[in-house]
């Protein structure tokens, strides 16, 4: 487990240490007569006294630290260990399992802001026998990864870019999305407009380039839903400061001067990636009208509150183990650990070219708090999910709604389907 | 006042039944109503609510002791069991339950109880006599489903995100086996005659029925309904007649029970109920069933000879668990 390369290394290998050893103590904590006997040898520190015959694993949690805007709440503000808490509690939930399969889960996280050394770290360590790689990594260095891991035995699954582009021209075999696309999002909430017949949309756009390919899913999804945009306006927003005593003012009269004059409309569409600026929107329009999109309603793959299908236990033990609410990355990233373990235990192997192809078979899915089995897409390698439409407290639905049907499955109306893919790393 | 009526009420209720000569005998049906907090008492004659109990916080998993005098109730955000006298409905005692108890199941011989915590990975053993913990057993992620052999030496728990049926022997609390499963299991039911264990996997779709003796799997039951996409199939509560002839699964947001004949393992009818149906309960004499259909707030009776719904009756909000007492 650990790598003494760099400096940066023998961090990781403490890290990865202590996750391993909280695992062993969140299964023995609950009686310490219990301990002893409780504690199987399979979820002892499996890198010193590891049962002979227990399977190994180890996931590479792979983080480009970008320099990021803040966004505009300081309730968004992220945590340090976004993601890597929801991948210690899928490494937890694994060896839970695991221990019954003797099989153990270790967590290995690599973190760089150059994303070369970024990816060069990430291929000596899959040169040394790593191959499950969970990404939280810019768009251009996901595509670079995947291209300078194509041909070795590994697996990449994308867990915080939305960006279309991964999953059609720019996908690739070795890529799995467990982060929705921008027009997965769109499409659920395009449905629940549609339901809601609120159909004519003033649509605000930033000025990032994120931004427009967020609008670009959010047009799009108008299209299909039947949706109109009556019209679309520019949001030019120099973010400066995120914080200032006082400001309150000003915002309050360029919000709706900003939307006077609009065509009639339904809606406000705020298509703001980052949220650096949407969260002004909601109160402060010219007309009394509902915002959605980056702020009011949006769609997400996970929200704090919700406690569906079993979601309470899931909420807790991240809490228990985190101090924190859990966010939509921890949970894409707990399902893309998650779905080692799972392939782990249906194949009751370690052995990472077996698990890769078992998971690219019909027969892999997974439970993940949604209410129904979760797949990967044959054609892109995206997670198929419902996804939550919801406001900052609560989930107002789930979309897909029950009006949009589809002829192999309802969770294919969100996002781009199979005959439109321009995918074809995948037929190949 | 109310305890008073409800000590009169079943007197009377079989004495109206002695009198009419009704084939049906007449039972009681309780309720548990996660949402409200309350237990809705039903009359299997009649089929209605004749009352409503207040209980502890969000109640789930229900059941009587094996002499039918206690009535226990899983609370599970009050982490504790609530017991109750079955005939009074009079409180009586609270039992540790480690956190977040979900189902329970009780060794045949009346003690000790065993108790899924959800929320912690454990199955507490519980002496309900001296409201003692006995043990904490480790299992999976999730435990929830509980079945218990009919000779009491092997107890079966599920659990959810493991995707495991856990085989515990009894004598000792070790986990003796663990055999795969279909992803989320969700209630675990022994044969009358022990033989077999019925596993229901409710994002799985499936039942699976493994042989005791050997935890080899005999059949996995698939189901298939024209016009419910298979994703809405999701197998939960699982009923077995004690002539070991019929089967019952609730198949959640599909909105249906099928019936299955439980020794060829086939399907020979679906049930239109309420909404998401997930626990079920059989009157002792297996003349009918009830379901808790927690989306539509109502429990539907099933007349089982004639297999098909005969009422359904609106109880509290998200019904959950059900069990039927012998008066």
Redesign the interface.
Known sequence: MAIAASARSAIRATLACAVVASAAA???A??TT?AQE?QPPAVAPAATTREPGTQQITILLVRELVDRLPPLSLLDQPPKDDGIAGARLAID?NN??GR??KQSFSLDTLEASDPAQLIADTVARVDKGAGFVVADVAPDTLVKLADALAGKQAVIFNTSAADERLREEDCRANVKHTAPSYSMLADALGQYLAVKRWRNWLMITGSNADDKLWADALRRAAKRFGHKIVEEREFKYEVGSRRSDGGYEQIQQQIPSFLQGAAAHDIVIVADAARLFADYFPYRTWEARPVAGSAGLFATAWHPAVELW?G??FQ??FKRLANRNMRPLDYNVWTAVRSVG?AA??RRSADAKDLISYMLTPEF???AFK???LTYRDWNGQLRQPLLVATDKLHATVSPQPEFLHQF???DTLGVDKPETRCRAYAK | MTNKLRGVLPALTLASVVLAASPAAAYTVFVTNEKDNTISVLDSVKLEVVNTLKVGARPRGITLSRDNKWLLVCTSDDNRVEVYDAKTLAPVKHLPSGPDPELFIFHPSGNPLYIANEDDNLVTVVDVQNDKVLEEIPVGVEPEGMGISPDGKILVNTSETTNMAHFIDTATHKIFDNVLVDTRPRVAEFTPDGSQVWVSSEIGGTVTIIETATRKQLGKIKFEIQGITPDAIQPVGVRMTQDGKWAFVALGPANRIAIIDAKTFQVVKYVLVGQRVWQLGLTPDDKLLFTTNGTSNDVTVIDVEKQRAVKSIKVGRYPWGVVVAPF
């Open positions: 969140v299964v023995t609950p009686s219990l409780a939930d839970t399992t019954f399969l079993g309470t236990q807790n033990r799972e235990t249906r899915e997974i439970a209410g129904r089995k499955s309802e969770l």
